[in-house]
C-alpha cells in the first residue's frame, strides 16, 4: 500500500496557526473517518494526538484539531508553542485487506 | 496504567529471522476490544505498519512484507511475538508495539521501541 501524503516540513511562529495536510485516496482517508495523527519528538515513541479525524484524547490541548474533506485529512496547530515542534505522522486505515497506512511524517519548526 | 515493552535482539545477522516480544500490562490481550500492532521506523524515515492482532486471534499484516512476517500471542503471558524472516539491513529500525484501539482504529499507547539493527 502506498503511503499517505504530507509535506516534509511545515514552520509557524509562536502563536501563529499552521495546518499539516495528509493526502490519501478513495480507498482509504475518503472511505472511512479513521484518521489518526501522532506527535514524535526526537528520540521518543509517538503521540497520539487526533483520532477518528477531529476528536482529541483526554490531556490533549485543545489548540490541536484535525478535520476531512474528500482523500484529505488536516491536522491544525493553533496558538503554536515551542513544545510543539516535533514530527507528526497521519495514519488511516485502509480496509481489511490492506489494513493500516501512515503518512511519510511532517517536521514542525516553531521559528 | 498501560504500558507496552519491547523486547528482543539488538543486532541480527542478514537472513537471519527476527524474533521480538511485546509485554504488556494495565489491559489483557483478551480484550475484545483492543488488539496490539507492531510499527517500526527506520532512522530517520517514516513510521511503517507491520501487523496486529486481536482477542479472538484476528491478524492482519502488511501487505508488502507479509509473506515475511508472523504475528502471535500469548494471553496468559500477557506478550505478543512478531517474528520476521530473512533479515536484510534495509530492516533496520526502531520497531514498537502499540495498544491498537477498535474503536476508532487507533493506537492508543505505545512502547518506547526497540532499535535492531541488521549487519553481518
Known amino acids: 500500500q502506498s503511503a499517505l501524503t504530507q509535506p516534509a516540513s511545515v514552520s509557524g511562529s509562536p502563536g501563529q496557526s499552521i495546518t499539516i495536510s495528509c493526502t490519501g485516496t478513495?480507498?482509504?482517508?475518503?472511505?472511512?473517518?479513521?484518521v489518526s495523527w501522532y506527535q514524535q519528538h526526537p528520540g521518543k515513541a509517538p503521540k497520539l494526538m487526533i483520532y477518528?479525524?477531529?476528536k482529541r484524547p483526554s490531556g490533549v490541548s485543545n489548540r490541536f484539531s484535525g478535520s476531512k474533506s474528500g482523500n484529505t485529512a488536516s491536522l491544525t496547530i493553533s496558538g503554536l508553542q515551542a513544545e510543539d515542534e516535533a514530527d507528526y505522522y497521519c495514519?488511516?486505515?485502509?480496509?481489511?485487506?490492506?489494513?493500516?497506512?501512515f503518512g511519510g511524517g511532517t517536521k514542525l519548526t516553531v521559528l | 496504567q498501560v504500558t507496552l515493552k519491547e523486547s528482543g535482539p539488538v543486532l541480527v545477522k542478514p537472513t537471519e529471522t527476527l524474533t521480538l516480544t511485546c509485554t504488556v500490562s494495565?489491559?489483557?490481550?483478551?480484550?475484545?476490544?483492543?488488539?496490539v500492532s507492531w510499527i517500526r521506523q527506520p532512522p530517520g524515515k517514516a513510521l511503517e505498519w507491520l501487523a496486529h492482532?486481536?482477542?479472538?486471534?484476528?491478524?492482519s499484516y502488511s501487505t508488502s512484507l507479509k509473506s515475511r512476517l508472523t504475528i502471535s500471542k500469548d494471553t496468559s503471558k500477557s506478550q505478543v511475538v512478531l517474528t520476521m524472516t530473512n533479515m536484510d539491513p534495509v530492516d533496520t529500525a526502531t520497531y514498537y508495539c502499540?495498544?491498537?484501539?477498535?474503536?476508532?482504529?487507533?493506537?492508543?499507547?505505545w512502547g518506547q521501541g526497540t532499535l535492531v539493527t541488521v549487519s553481518s
Open positions: 502499540a495498544r491498537i484501539r477498535l474503536e476508532g482504529v487507533v493506537f492508543d499507547y
Open positions: 494495565g489491559f489483557s490481550l483478551s480484550n475484545a476490544r483492543m488488539g
Open positions: 492482532i486481536f482477542s479472538n486471534d484476528e491478524k
Open positions: 478513495s480507498s482509504d482517508v475518503g472511505s472511512y473517518n479513521l
Open positions: 477518528e479525524g477531529s
Open positions: 495514519c488511516s486505515y485502509a480496509g481489511s485487506s490492506t489494513s493500516l497506512v
